[in-house]
């Protein structure tokens, strides 16, 4: 049995994995979150698991971080294998272009977690980083590689990229700490993950479907007119986690695409919802426009799918699909 040391706990990446893990019987967790993006909502139905110990904790206290430490040195020899997962993020578009919003809990805080992961011993470290480092080259026929050089806006274009090149940087810290043979680990590149119970609507699948639900028409911005996207479900995202701990020889400090090749336009992905909710040709009102915003991106996924046996399972249409249904059945 394995110990599971997970940070953004409640979140959309590190609900779903808890739930995988403790309804898979992998182990027991050590969860903590702050709720930034997240509420008890989306963990009720595991809070009271024994298996689960949650703190409203966040990974930007020190004091709160300590006592995490503590708790995991105490219970550590009770398992085979610690395993630490960092989901926090701060994530939402909007605050993309702050950087000061953005540093503390995704470059700071990514590395005094994995400072503690290494200081207790831990058998290994996932980091969740995400493919918008893919910047303005986020497009090859057959998907961009996790080797491709990479060719980032920078502060003279959009202060978007400052998210992106914090995710990278916690990139080199994983990969250092296992080239200087502290832990094992890697790093994953996520591409528009999405879920069922995503508190707001800001990104742009939950955007799509409350918009649609509540006035049957939605707001875009105007890149919406050229962009396409591919969208990766929770439930899949979370499956290529423990693939790659399940798969010693793939912890080399390296990092892992994780996406599907399902392209669609977002103006295709208005009608599609709009179809599914009984709306024949939706209303798209366009407004505004972001900076460095690229038009496509694919994401090539042979290395995880070769070394892990790991392949997205759930379509698009399909989680959107689960999108609806839940928000039927809890009246969101």
């Not at 609900?15 to 893990?21: D, G, K, M, T, V």
Request: net charge negative.
């Amino acid at each position: 049995m394995n110990l599971y040391v997970i940070s953004g706990v409640a979140g959309m990446t590190g609900n779903e994995l808890a739930r995988q893990i403790l309804n898979g019987n992998k182990g027991a967790i050590i969860g903590f979150d702050n709720f930034f993006c997240s509420s008890m909502d989306t963990i009720a139905d595991i809070a009271e698991n024994e298996n689960f110990d949650f703190f409203q904790y966040d990974i930007n206290s020190a004091a709160q971080m300590a006592e995490i430490q503590y708790l995991v040195n105490r219970k550590k020899s009770d398992f085979d294998k610690v395993y630490y997962i960092n989901c926090a993020a701060v994530v939402h578009t909007e605050y993309f272009y702050h950087v000061n919003t953005t540093y503390d809990t995704n470059v700071n805080g990514m590395r005094v977690f994995l400072q503690q992961a290494i200081a207790v011993g831990a058998d290994a470290y996932i980091n969740c980083s995400t493919s918008e480092v893919y910047s303005m080259q986020s497009f090859a026929e057959g998907g961009v590689k996790e080797s491709d050089f990479l060719l980032m806006a920078n502060a003279e274009h959009s202060q978007r990229t400052s998210y992106a090149t914090g995710k990278l940087l916690t990139e080199f810290f994983m990969k250092d700490a296992v080239d200087n043979g502290l832990i094992k680990g890697c790093s994953i590149r996520f591409a528009n993950v999405y879920s069922k119970n995503e508190r707001f609507a800001k990104h742009i699948l939950p955007h799509i479907v409350t918009s649609l639900t509540e006035t049957g028409k939605v707001v875009l911005l105007e890149n919406s007119k050229k962009n396409k996207r591919t969208f990766l479900h929770n439930n899949d995202s979370c499956a290529s986690v423990l693939k790659l701990l399940e798969t010693p020889q793939a912890l080399d400090g390296t990092v892992y695409n994780v996406a599907t090749d399902e392209e669609i336009s977002i103006i295709d992905l208005v009608y599609l919802i709009g179809e599914k909710l009984g709306i024949g040709k939706p209303e798209i009102i366009f407004e505004g426009y972001r900076e460095s915003d690229p038009e496509r991106r694919v994401l090539n996924t042979e290395k995880i799918r070769s070394r892990t046996g790991w392949k997205p399972e759930i379509s698009l249409s399909e989680g959107i699909d689960m999108i609806i249904q839940y928000r039927k059945e809890n009246n969101k």
